[in-house]
């Protein structure tokens, strides 16, 4: 059963660093495209940042370029969020999102909460 587990929130201060980390559990999953979600209380869930498994190919949010990277390590079933100079304002509960490469189906973690505060 295919299952996306997140890791690596916490209580980070302005200007910190944390590295998120989302495991898929079924080694015969194969997704056309993996990607970081983040929803804060009030606000609309939104894309953070996206990676295609075929080329490699990422894009990311306008508020958070040239600050975090988003990464995979297939052999691992691994993708990665680092984020770098981390605001209060991104501030958020993190989620990892995959599409099945075969069915087309979206799969989502549980959730991984950032808080940026000093």
């Known amino acids: 059963q295919v299952q996306l587990v997140e890791s690596g929130g916490g209580l980070v201060q302005p200007g910190g660093s944390l590295r998120l980390s989302c495991a898929v559990s079924?080694?015969?999953?194969?997704?056309?495209?993996m990607s970081w979600y983040r929803q804060a209380p009030g606000k609309e869930r939104e894309l953070v940042a996206s990676i295609t498994t075929n080329g490699g190919n990422t894009n990311y949010a306008d508020s958070v370029k040239g600050r975090f990277t988003i990464s995979r390590d297939s052999a691992k079933n691994t993708v990665y969020l680092q984020m770098n100079s981390l605001k209060p304002e991104d501030t958020a509960m993190y989620s990892c999102?995959?599409?099945?490469?075969?069915?087309?189906?979206?799969?989502w973690g549980q959730g991984t909460q950032v808080t940026v505060s000093s």
């Open positions: 999102n995959g599409k099945g490469a075969y069915t087309g189906k979206d799969y």
């Open positions: 079924d080694f015969t999953f194969r997704s056309s495209a």
